[in-house]
């Protein structure tokens, strides 16, 4: 079974940092580019980054570029996206998402809570 | 405000067909292929349709995808209580270089 398990969320204080982590199975994860998309509470989908398949290109919002980082391990299966400088209005739901080709996102994970909160 | 258009809700009868519409332009829809999800209450998204007007295997023939120029919908025939969801559209937009949704489209079936 083809599935995605993000894992790291949690609560963050403004200025702080979190890693999630994202792990793979069920295929062959180094073929396939990867994204992020987070959701705030209540708000519609925002897509934040994505990755090629051996980690050498990476692409991001503008409204995390600078502050968050996306790469992987093929090795290990697993997506990364390390957030720094984080801001109230980054809290959201962050979920990763296996690229099935022309930007289509045919696998999600279930997702895991930022809070980013004093 | 999202860089595709949407509206806001919306909301049909059982049996009914049902279109959503979902607008954008030149560098996003205009230059890229469609993509829509269905969002159910507290689950991640699901992909209904890729590349404009594909349907991945295991989605009803019910749901079908359309684009033209700088605008795509989606339709759904024969509407059923479980359609209820959120619906989004999706795409590339080549300016931004950067992946876009429209701000959803909250389906009631009455």
């Known amino acids: 079974e083809v599935q995605l398990v993000e894992s790291g969320g949690g609560l963050a204080q403004p200025g702080g940092s979190l890693r999630l982590s994202c792990v793979a199975s069920?295929?062959?994860?180094?073929?396939?580019?990867m994204h992020w998309v987070r959701q705030a509470p209540g708000k519609g989908l925002v897509w934040v980054s994505r990755?090629?398949?051996?980690?050498?290109?990476?692409t991001y919002a503008d409204s995390v570029k600078g502050r968050f980082t996306v790469s992987r391990d093929n090795a290990k299966n697993t997506l990364y996206l390390q957030m720094n400088s984080l801001r109230a209005e980054d809290t959201a739901v962050f979920f990763c998402?296996?690229?099935?080709?022309?930007?289509?996102?045919?696998?999600w994970g279930q997702g895991t809570l930022v809070t980013v909160s004093s | 405000q999202s860089v595709l258009t949407q509206p806001p809700s919306a909301s049909g009868t059982p049996g009914q067909r049902f279109t959503i519409s979902c607008s954008g332009s030149?560098?996003?829809?205009?230059?890229?292929?469609v993509n829509w999800y269905q969002q159910l209450p507290g689950t991640a998204p699901k992909l209904l349709i890729h590349?404009?007007?594909q349907r991945p295997s295991g989605v009803p023939d019910r749901f079908s995808g359309s684009k033209s120029g700088t605008s795509a919908s989606l339709a759904i025939s024969g509407l059923q209580s479980e359609d209820e969801a959120d619906y989004y559209c999706?795409?590339?937009?080549?300016?931004?270089?950067?992946?876009?949704f429209g701000g959803g489209t909250k389906l009631t079936v009455l």
């Open positions: 999706a795409t590339w937009d080549d300016s931004l270089n950067g992946g876009v």
């Open positions: 590349s404009n007007n």
């Open positions: 069920g295929f062959t994860f180094s073929s396939y580019w």
């Open positions: 998402a296996r690229d099935l080709g022309y930007g289509s996102f045919d696998c």
């Open positions: 990755i090629n398949t051996d980690g050498s290109r990476t």
């Open positions: 030149t560098s996003n829809i205009g230059s890229n292929t």
